[in-house]
């Protein structure tokens, strides 16, 4: 019996109800469709589009690539030692090379991959690599500041991350380290322009997840259970109508952390059931479609979860998934988007006329070739970002936001969103 079972049954034996957040298994074939998805990304060696986070997801759920899971992780073992061992690197003026370099939670998802191996990081190369990932940290420290004033350079997401990673390889975190996390959970007010999304806090839940069954900062417990407790609250708070904790794609991560939990009363069962049958119909209607969130809705549907990282089963069985093309459905039609992008002097306001499922990048490369609209974008992890419209490249904490008119965020990037005829697509420069 695990820590959970052990409180479950204390708690039934005071006859008090506890609530656990599962989900049941889901229809394997809808799992596998998927999976199925990932492969393409797997047999891609670019350095370029490796994926960490891809390799997690896979590990972690009822499915396996075969042959092709350990040539990957071979891989990820080649660019991240070279990105941050290599001499070339430190020697040269670093301007240069930074932009190739993985930044502080790429680091971290490369150290949660091997963990989703059962190796623990180790050996010469292994320890510089946690050393630069605390070196990130203590960096990161700084730039928030004493006061909490400032603000990470990456994001706490980031943040959170990282202090997973280092958690998961049983290596000890510095108490103000933990506490700038623990700072902005309990104050969220404080960080609310920072993008403290539930994607944020759940991944800080995770991390305090973890860090609590470890047993780490003894002299922090009270605090970090605390603080678990009210990442466990605002998520329930999130809870849309339809299901979702945050939105379709915060979800599966919030799931990960509400797996974790437990709570007197029916509320978290209940709440974790709603949000299985709206991914559910989200994942019929063709949601998720982005690598990146696949392989962090893969573990949940397995029921499994990063803080499984701390000790993984990598003997479980996994189905062997085969590749298999999903067609776009072939289109004469051509529909008509109208792109606009107000800020700029003078304003830009076109019709684009592409075929009818053209991604918003499409339109984009369509307008572009018309004239009178640039745009350029940088590769992460979850695809294409857009980092500059007309020239104009974002400053700090500043994006390029994407908006269906009159007011609506879109929840997918330039690569994955695929407009409807008639529509009007907004670009605006903000601050977060
Ligand atoms: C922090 C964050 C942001 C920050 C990023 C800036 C920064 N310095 O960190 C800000 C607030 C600017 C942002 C913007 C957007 N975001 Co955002 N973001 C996140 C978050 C919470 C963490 C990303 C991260 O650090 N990952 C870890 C690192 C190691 O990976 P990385 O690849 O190196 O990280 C970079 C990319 O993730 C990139 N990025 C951030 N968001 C997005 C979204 C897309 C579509 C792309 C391609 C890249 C991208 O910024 C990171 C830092 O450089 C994720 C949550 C999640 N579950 O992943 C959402 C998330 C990825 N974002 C999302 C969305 C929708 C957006 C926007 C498209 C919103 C909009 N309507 O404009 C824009 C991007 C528009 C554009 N210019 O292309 C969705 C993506 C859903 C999907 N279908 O793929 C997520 C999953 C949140 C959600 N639940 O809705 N985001």
């Given at each position: 019996m695990?820590?959970?079972?052990?409180?479950l049954?204390l708690?039934?034996?005071?006859?008090?109800?506890?609530d656990?957040?599962e989900?049941?298994?889901?229809?394997?074939?809808?799992v596998?469709t998927l999976?199925q998805?990932?492969l393409?990304?797997?047999?891609?060696?670019?350095l370029?589009?490796?994926?960490p986070?891809?390799y997690?997801?896979?590990r972690l759920?009822?499915l396996q690539?075969?042959?092709?899971?350990?040539?990957?992780?071979?891989?990820?073992?080649?660019?991240?030692?070279q990105?941050f061992?290599s001499?070339?690197?430190?020697v040269n003026?670093?301007?240069?090379d930074d932009?190739?370099?993985?930044?502080?939670?790429q680091?971290?998802?490369?150290l949660?991959?091997?963990r989703?191996?059962?190796?623990?990081?180790?050996?010469?190369?292994?320890?510089r690599l946690?050393?630069?990932?605390?070196r990130?940290?203590?960096?990161?420290?700084?730039?928030?500041g004493p006061?909490h004033?400032?603000h990470?350079?990456?994001?706490?997401?980031q943040?959170?991350?990282?202090?997973?990673a280092?958690c998961?390889?049983?290596k000890r975190?510095?108490?103000?380290?933990v506490g700038?996390?623990?700072?902005?959970v309990?104050?969220d007010q404080h960080?609310h322009?920072d993008?403290?999304?539930?994607?944020?806090?759940?991944?800080?839940?995770?991390?305090f997840?973890?860090?609590d069954?470890?047993?780490?900062?003894?002299?922090q417990?009270?605090?970090?259970?605390?603080?678990?407790r009210?990442?466990q609250?605002?998520?329930?708070k999130?809870?849309t109508a339809e299901?979702y904790?945050?939105n379709?794609?915060?979800?599966?991560?919030?799931?990960?952390l509400?797996m974790?939990?437990?709570?007197?009363g029916?509320k978290l069962g209940?709440?974790?059931?709603?949000?299985?049958?709206?991914?559910l119909?989200?994942?019929k209607?063709?949601?998720?479609r982005?690598?990146l969130?696949?392989s962090?809705?893969?573990p949940?549907?397995?029921?499994?979860?990063?803080?499984?990282?701390?000790?993984p089963?990598?003997?479980?069985?996994?189905?062997?998934l085969?590749?298999?093309?999903e067609?776009p459905s072939?289109?004469r039609?051509?529909i008509?988007v109208?792109?606009k992008v107000?800020?700029?002097?003078?304003?830009?306001?076109y019709?684009?006329?592409?075929?009818?499922g053209s991604?918003?990048?499409?339109v984009?490369?369509?307008?572009?070739?018309?004239g009178?609209?640039t745009?350029?974008?940088?590769?992460t992890?979850?695809?294409?970002y857009?980092?500059s419209v007309?020239g104009?490249?974002?400053?700090?904490?500043e994006?390029?936001?994407l908006l269906?008119?009159?007011d609506?965020p879109?929840l997918?990037?330039?690569a994955?969103y695929t407009?409807?005829?008639?529509?009007?697509?907004?670009?605006?420069l903000?601050s977060?």
């Amino acid at each position: 019996m695990g820590h959970l079972g052990v409180l479950l049954f204390l708690l039934g034996g005071l006859g008090t109800l506890a609530d656990i957040c599962e989900i049941p298994e889901v229809d394997s074939k809808l799992v596998e469709t998927l999976g199925q998805r990932l492969l393409p990304w797997i047999d891609w060696l670019s350095l370029e589009h490796l994926n960490p986070s891809i390799y997690v997801g896979l590990r972690l759920s009822s499915l396996q690539a075969g042959a092709r899971e350990a040539f990957y992780l071979h891989i990820l073992k080649l660019k991240y030692q070279q990105s941050f061992l290599s001499p070339r690197l430190a020697v040269n003026d670093d301007k240069r090379d930074d932009q190739a370099k993985p930044s502080m939670g790429q680091l971290a998802l490369y150290l949660l991959a091997l963990r989703a191996n059962c190796e623990f990081v180790g050996g010469h190369k292994g320890d510089r690599l946690v050393s630069q990932l605390k070196r990130f940290l203590e960096n990161e420290k700084r730039a928030i500041g004493p006061n909490h004033k400032g603000h990470p350079h990456t994001s706490y997401y980031q943040y959170g991350l990282g202090i997973l990673a280092l958690c998961v390889h049983q290596k000890r975190l510095h108490d103000t380290v933990v506490g700038k996390l623990l700072y902005a959970v309990e104050h969220d007010q404080h960080i609310h322009r920072d993008h403290l999304s539930v994607d944020t806090v759940a991944m800080a839940g995770l991390a305090f997840t973890c860090l609590d069954h470890s047993n780490f900062n003894p002299n922090q417990r009270h605090r970090i259970t605390l603080a678990i407790r009210t990442v466990q609250e605002k998520i329930l708070k999130a809870q849309t109508a339809e299901g979702y904790f945050g939105n379709v794609y915060s979800t599966p991560l919030a799931l990960q952390l509400l797996m974790n939990s437990f709570m007197p009363g029916e509320k978290l069962g209940r709440a974790c059931l709603k949000a299985r049958t709206a991914l559910l119909a989200s994942m019929k209607n063709g949601a998720f479609r982005n690598a990146l969130l696949i392989s962090q809705l893969l573990p949940v549907l397995n029921g499994k979860s990063y803080v499984d990282l701390i000790s993984p089963d990598c003997e479980a069985p996994r189905v062997l998934l085969q590749l298999a093309m999903e067609y776009p459905s072939q289109t004469r039609e051509v529909i008509s988007v109208m792109l606009k992008v107000p800020s700029v002097m003078p304003p830009y306001r076109y019709s684009i006329s592409v075929p009818a499922g053209s991604s918003l990048e499409d339109v984009f490369k369509k307008a572009q070739k018309l004239g009178g609209f640039t745009y350029g974008t940088q590769n992460t992890l979850s695809g294409p970002y857009l980092t500059s419209v007309m020239g104009k490249e974002v400053g700090e904490r500043e994006f390029w936001q994407l908006l269906r008119a009159p007011d609506t965020p879109l929840l997918e990037g330039i690569a994955e969103y695929t407009p409807k005829n008639g529509e009007t697509i907004e670009l605006r420069l903000v601050s977060w």
